[in-house]
């Protein structure tokens, strides 16, 4: 089974039960610190093992002054010290039973270091560990409560970051969190000296705990392996993918920072299309286009009908639905007809995008469910372009009986705007800034959808 | 002189002395009470009267049952009455001394009631008045702290958002507000039975607390007009607009709600580009443009140094850049290595974009100051992908130093990212939410200037 050699081990590293953080520190402003207290607030359940030479106790735990000293066998290390003491304290953990490494210590390859890079992959090869980073910001896999990582992020969520930057790692789960939505893990990936994007990718395709992934690459470790997995993969699961390096100067920057050659960047927009892979790009785009993935069930019909308190925007998210693949189609006269007797005010103009001017939450209900009816569309953004009472349950009631084909722009509504969003998250509707965000990401999803389907790999 | 005559009169509204409320109501769930008090509460100075028929108070200020019985001249009359109600207020209020009108009311045009409409027209043109609306969300203006619309905006900027959908103006102050910016005014257009986005650009122009102006248009009202007043003002002040109707289907939209003609929409991307006019496409980017061009001073050089401590945000940035049409310089040795004396990190990547890797706050004063004189780039993009004590201070520090030729990209950071955004955005330096949006305002910026400075308008 090449798949499973190839990811083989990441599940000693997600569905670690027991962890050992090398270079524990008792000083707050230290990552050996930040890592062991988001290891115990965010919730870990199995044993955690501070190593420091200083011993003592941090977090009310006890300290072990190396790794040989732990009683016990443990299952991963985390390693937050100097770069020449990680590859001794692998082989360490190694006889104590650990079957995986997070190496968040930098001074390796990007450090000019080549030869203690290579000493870590000995140290992989000769033990079997499988290995993250070095030079990385950890994983944190919210199933297994183990935020060896930082910021500590707690809100479980579906979707799962993995990324060649923590920043981009950090401020995807930084929204989500704002948002009310969660992750289900973020994965830093460093020098890449062991596990690298295609393992991650393998291993979230058959976790039931993500619905989509969420990758920023500068290049793949392994080219041809990467479009086979990949290839396969997104058959199961959508990912969408902001790789950078699309410019000459931007390649020649991604070379410095990973040392991963780009490649020809063309390559990779071609498999993305071809494949269904929706390729972002910018950090903004990734993160709606996951969440539109995340949070939406499509056909794969492009007909969008869309419904707004806001003439303006209105117009805005039709314009942009066109530019994006999707179609708005006209309101034909037996919809409007019914429209007419919804009860809907005088002012509004009963068409496709369809303005109901300042009108109650329940307008936006009974609009929905009359063109649902008739079939007008195959997926609805609902614009809130000011705070409207009620618009909450009129989103969640409309979700029940229509199902999960429901995005929401919500826009000046000041504070309003903020719960508003936080509870229809709740609901599992996803609710975007603005209405081109909104489209963009349900242009997305709906392409996404329809190459899975088989329904045509040629929409764009 | 046509340009006074044309948008004579507007000081008379934007400056009035005094305002009648027609329709002010006791209820705070209606308009007529929301516009009163946000008068009242947005710290107007003016003289206030409340239009009731039912009398009594509202909000501590007498009420008159009419128009004609308030006792003394008044120079703005704001209608939130029933449309048919509105002409005789009009000429009521014109018998009083009133200049302007500003009619909130809806019911006309929009509402298939041309007649009413018509009535509006001739009550401005018998009278002379000036008349904003009707079916329009009212007008906001910080320097006579005047905020006849919703929601009530106090905080005091720079730029002024002239628009035609009430709720792209409340986003974009609503998203100023957030960011501790503030605004000049706002403007809500609606059916422009008189008043019209000409007007209001001829006014603005000539308004020194307006540093730039952000649009949002579906069409001109006299495309002729538009184009000669925004070929001369252009020179004077920036104009960044967003347009709709780019697509068909958005044709049809907008022409069902303000029912101007969208026009041919290659003509205005034509005009745009010869005149130095930014266009935006979507809400998002009308806002982070028009920021940049009133926070930043530019040369119009289109060189950029990125100063990250995040690779991957540095590549990001440079391919954007290099998209945007700015130019990211390579780093000439002699500035590498001063760098490399400049006491940064070991890990740091001496080029451009330039990646302190996990730094503190000093390493960025440091390396711009010897970017800076070396002369490297026209204008900087600091991107601090981590929450970094006394990035603030850094700042503030380079930006007295060196100009107002520094933008910054904060992101990943949290809370620490909100308090610091504000903090320097009272610094005077902008702040963006991703190295992109950084990037495509920058390059908006800095093509405006230079269009602006004679310096070719054929960069596009």
């Known amino acids: 089974m090449k798949g499973e050699r190839m ?49 003592g106790t941090i977090l009310d735990l006890p300290v072990y002054p190396s790794v040989a000293d732990i009683p016990c066998d443990f299952d991963l290390v985390v ?24 190496i ?6 990007e450090a000019g270091r080549d030869d203690l890079e290579d000493e870590l992959r000995a140290a992989a090869i000769d033990t079997g560990m499988r290995l993250v980073g070095p030079n990385c910001q950890g994983i944190n896999y919210r199933p297994n409560k183990l935020c060896a990582s930082w910021p500590l992020v707690e809100p479980s969520g579906s979707m799962a970051v993995i990324s ?14 704002d948002e009310g939505l969660g992750i289900s893990a973020t994965v830093s990936l460093g020098n ?34 990467f479009l086979e997995v990949a290839k396969r993969v997104i058959l199961e699961k959508p990912m969408v993918i902001l790789k950078s390096g699309r410019t000459a100067a931007g390649q020649r920057a991604a070379a410095s920072h990973t040392r991963s050659l780009a490649g020809h960047d063309g390559v990779f927009d071609a498999a993305c299309r071809q494949f269904g892979i929706v390729r972002a790009y910018d950090i903004e785009s990734l993160y709606d286009s996951a969440k539109a993935l995340e949070m939406l069930e499509l056909t794969g019909g492009e007909r969008i009908a869309i419904i707004t308190s806001s003439g303006g925007c209105g117009i805005l998210a039709t314009d942009e639905a066109e530019q994006c693949g999707l ?24 068409a496709n995008p369809l303005d109901l001017t300042v009108a109650p939450a329940e307008h936006y209900a009974a609009a929905l469910a009359a063109m649902d009816r008739h079939g007008l569309a195959d997926v609805y953004l609902l614009v809130f372009g000011d705070p409207i009472p009620g618009a909450t349950e009129v989103v969640q009631r409309l979700k029940a009986r229509i199902g999960a084909c429901i995005a929401v722009a919500y826009l000046g509504g000041g504070d309003v705007e903020k719960s508003e969003r936080l509870s229809m998250h709740a609901a599992g509707v996803p609710v975007f800034p603005t209405p081109e965000r909104a489209i ?14 088989g329904k045509g790999r040629d929409l764009r």
């Open 79 to 102: 390693a937050v010290v100097r770069a020449d003491l990680v590859p001794g304290a692998l082989r360490e953990a190694a006889a104590k039973g650990a079957g995986a490494g997070i």
């Open 192 to 225: 890449q000296v062991d596990v690298c994007e295609t393992d991650m990718i393998e291993f979230f395709a058959e976790d039931d705990n993500t619905r989509v992934m969420a990758l920023y690459l500068e290049g793949a470790k392994d080219g041809r392996r």
């Open 440 to 453: 963009r990401a349900i242009g997305d999803a709906v392409w996404a959808t329809k190459c899975r389907l």
């Open 104 to 109: 968040i210590s930098g001074g390796f390859r």
């Open 327 to 350: 179609t708005v189609p006209p309101l034909p006269p037996e919809v409007a007809a019914e429209l007419g007797r919804a009860g809907l005010l005088p002012t509004a103009i009963l």
């Open 7 to 55: 990811s083989g081990g990441l599940d000693r590293l997600f569905n670690a039960g027991s962890v050992a953080v090398v270079g524990a520190s008792t000083n707050p402003g230290k990552l050996g610190h930040q890592i062991l207290a988001n290891i115990v607030l965010g919730g870990y359940q199995g044993r955690v093992y501070p190593v420091n030479p200083r011993a």
């Open 164 to 177: 060649q930057s923590g920043t981009v790692a950090a401020t995807l789960a930084g929204w989500a969190v």
